[in-house]
Structures are given as C-alpha cells and as structure tokens.
C-alpha cells in the first residue's frame, strides 16, 4: 500500500512567530503526524505549497490537478487550508481510477489541542479503503467532493 | 451517523499511578480524543472492560459478541488491548450486517506522543465508509479481522 | 505561602481563531499550568488585561502599578508580552517590600512545545525565595529589573 | 551561569514498554525539557543512575554525593524519584557552598500532562538564585532539605 501526500499549506501547518507577533504557514506537521501514528506503509510526501487556502488560485489548483493526473499512485491525501477546500475538491473531480481525500485542520497541528491527527488519521484510513473518488475527511466524518461545505459561522464541515 | 464505542482497556487507556509506581488502566480516552478531534456526529461510548487484552475470557468476548449482536446501531468502534485484538475480532467475525472495527495504541493516549488519536481517526472513518463486517485499524493501516497478526517482536499489525 | 498571578496578555495566552486565520489573546493559561504542575499553594488570579505588549500603554502600566501598591500580598508572577516586558518591569521598580516577578512566553502556552509551562515553574520559584524586588524569568534565567533586554534578532532574553 | 544536571531515574523519565505491558526508566527527559523551554545558559547533564529511588542504596547515595562533592560546579539540579527524594537531599546536606537542587515528578514528563517541566523550571530558578544549599522543588514549592517530606496518601510533598 503507496500513498502519496502533497501538502499546500493551511490551518495545519501554521507557526506561531513572536517576532513578528504573527502567525504563518511552516513545515508540514504530516511526517511527524504519521510517525506518532506509528503508520507503517510506503509513502512519500510532496511539498507543493504553503498558501492560506484563501489565496489559492485557479492556477495553484491546476498545479495539483495536473500533478495528481500525471502520477502513478492510486491513493492521495492532500493537506489544505479549510476554507477553500471543498472548491479543489471540485476541481480533482475529473481524475478517474484514483482515491483523492482532501484534510486540514481547524486548529495548528502545533497545539496541543488540535484535530490535525484525528483528520489525517481518518484520510489515511480513507484513502485505503474507499472506492476511486474524490473526498473531503474533516470534522470527524468524510464527505464526497461536490456534497459538503465548511459552515463558518459554526466553524465545522456538513453536507451540502 | 451514528457510532458506537465501546471500550474494553487496553494500553490505549492506561494511567501511571505514582502511589504504586504502576501504570494501571484509567477512564476511556474516547471521548476526549473525539473532542479534539472535533468530530461531529451522533455516538455514544459504552464502557464494558477495563481489562490488558492478555487478561481477556472467553466469557468477555462472548459479552462484547453478545452485546453488539442484541443492539440496532450499524456501525462500531472498539478500543482494545492489542496483544490480543486479532482473536477478539475473529470471535466477532459471525455478525452480520454491521461494521466493526477494533482499534487501541501501542504507546498510552495520555502520552505526549502516542498512536492513540491517529488511530481512533483512522478507525471512525473505517467505520463510517467500510462495507459491513469486521476490521482493525492499527499500524496506519486497516484489515480485515481473520487477515492481521501482532508482530510483537517489531510491536507492530502486519498482514497475516 | 501566596502568591498573586496578575495576567495582561501576550503571546503565553494567544490562541489561534480559524475563522479569522488569525491570532488573538485567549483566557489565561495560568490556572491549566498551575494544575498541570500539581502546584499545591494558594493563589489568586487576577485578570488585569489582555494585550499584546507593543500595545500597552503608560496608562496601563500605572493601572498594573497601582494595583499592586495597593494590595498587601507580599508575592506576585506578573504574566506579560515580551516585546516589552523589561519596560514594566522598571515601572514597577520603586515598590518597596515585595518580590515580582514578570513572565511570559516566545511561543503560546497552547502549543506542544512551548516556554510557558518552564517559565511560569521558575516564576513560581522566584516568587517564593528571592529577596524583594522586581524579577524578569524568561529564557532559563532570573533576571533584574534594569538588568535585561529582549534580544529580538535572537528572540531571546539577555543581560542590559 | 553554569548548571550541572545529574540524573538519577525515578517517575520523570519512566517510559512505557507496550511489549512487556509495563514501564520502565528510560533516556532522561532532561535535555529535551531545557530545549522547550528555550534555556539560554551553560550546562552539563550527567547520567549517574536509572533507579526508582525506593531501590535507591545507600551506595547510590554515597556515589551522587562523592560526584558533586569531587566537582568545582556550584549550581546542581538533581532528577530522582519522588519516593527517597528527601533521604537523598539529607544525605547531601554537608557539602558547602553549593546550591543543589533535587526534583522529579508525580507523573512522567513523557505524559500530555505532566509537573515534569514546572519543576525543571522552578529546579533551575532555584539553582540560580537561592543561597548555598540543597533544596526540594515539587508541589510549585521550594523547601529546605530536612524541612520536607512526601504525603504519600495525598500524593505531594509538605513541610516536615
């Protein structure tokens, strides 16, 4: 079992900068989440952005479109900012005969409270054993692309 | 959505007690590690052991067997010791029309660094997406019961 | 044995708000850490403000001054931004009879690692042992006031 | 400013050992404690034992005293089990002009929630500002060798 991860920023990946008294996006907490998780399977991680999801652009999502499109692996899991993710899911929609799952999290993997474990934890899960498709894992359920939405008021993922 | 958890012990669930320099098993973790998680659905969690697996009875499967096959829910998540989870999900294997998957941790939940949240991540969306039948989630990966063995020598699920 | 925690903000309290993508001051961590740290005295928590320290005013600090000279305990941890830390600490400095001591933290007391938990057990010690007089704890060390600056190139503590 | 850390074993640098379902004392926690806590001094840790302080010989003592009493430090932070701690800080009690302090831990410090880091913290303030002699820090207080003991019923250490 291969899975690729490519990972473009977002919540998860956020520092914390006294310096500058701010917030930015840093390295991608995925390695350190799956080597905690004690996950024992082939991986490899592919850094393609560090980007807000709200700064994404047409451009960035054919970057992944077209990377996922020219590769070989069957199973993705794609790390992303929250507030745009079910758009790029829209976008991935085409790529047949692949199982694609888009995760994030609402709160830095950094904290010591923070849902970015349990999410990358059910995407691992997802991207094993659903059927080619494309899928959103957050808030402790997993969605099809094209049936859910993040609800900011409520700070959550439900159906569409 | 509806899960139902049921909790049986297991390292996942262990405490240190410093009066007896031992570790001992505490309360269920589940709950907290769903609300980090920020998982929102219906579930409900059922504490039925506080047991190591290695102590586990015939008598106690066949009280986990019974318990699920007398109850409606479709989908269950079940926190194990792991030393013997392999058996107890071979005893559940007769039950027909749910999904079950067992789970637990090869280092405590209360530990800075355990596998204990990546896995109950992995084993909710399982539960969610699996076809019926009876699963472990362990080691980053989901299998089917009847298929997985403990390695204990490299303290890891494998394909049996 | 008591002491008197005063907090005014600053990064040891920051959360991160996903629905704004950014940071703000949260409630004060001091409570969790105290409990965590199975600190068994009595204290108090005062909640004076919550700022981050390049927006405290010299109004501000009087208020801080005078709330304090008014008071009658004889022991206090003052939590603090750092970016000016060490100029409340001189404003502090004229009152007589008692040990304070000012802490804070390079990186919020929310996340895995952190300074806070270590800063606020040397403030605590601080509190308890030296000689009256004005303290700064941060960067593993006990510090005069008039004796230290923020190194921001660094992001350090260090002797003026 | 210069500390030297000897480390004894005890409840802080227990880890636990899934294969053989119990804990034991693992590498010190030490080092990684001073990194979080963004230590900016000189220091040394030296690795002397790895005992739960109840198996602690008299031997063991005499070791720990001839070390210290042999090297021209004079700032000391001693980790040690909780149970003989004040035994090992009587013993240590002639040597002069030397601030030794010794802490450890009720739980240990590879827990999510832990007095491990507050009391390296309040350990190393200590160290550095109190006047010669030893010291226990636990319990968020400071005490006087031969002035404290473990309540072993109610899980802290008070005033003898």
Redesign the interface.
């Given at each position: 079992?291969f899975i690729r991860f490519i990972t473009t920023g977002g919540?998860i990946d956020?520092v914390?900068f006294?310096?500058l008294?701010?917030?930015e996006i840093g390295d991608s907490q995925v390695r350190h989440?799956?080597s905690?998780?004690?996950?024992?399977?082939d991986y490899e991680v592919v850094p393609l952005l560090q980007k807000?999801s709200?700064d994404m652009t047409d451009e960035d999502r054919g970057k992944l479109h077209d990377l996922i499109a020219a590769d070989d692996a069957e199973r993705y899991v794609i790390t992303h900012g929250?507030?745009t993710m079910s758009e790029t899911a829209d976008v991935l929609a085409d790529l047949e005969g692949k199982t694609i799952v888009l995760t994030g999290s609402?709160?830095?993997a950094?904290?010591?409270?923070?849902?970015a474990?349990?999410?990358?934890?059910?995407?691992?899960?997802?991207a094993?054993?659903?059927a080619p498709g494309v899928y959103i894992?957050m808030?402790?359920?997993?969605f099809r692309a094209g049936e859910v939405r993040k609800n900011?008021t409520e700070?959550?993922?439900?159906k569409a």
């Open positions: 079992m919540t956020k914390y006294d310096a008294s701010q917030f989440i799956l905690d998780g004690l996950a024992d399977f807000d709200l929250t507030d609402l709160s830095p950094r904290f010591k409270s923070s849902d474990i349990f999410n990358i934890g059910m995407a691992v899960a997802t094993q054993i659903a894992a808030s402790g359920q997993v900011r700070n959550k993922f439900e």
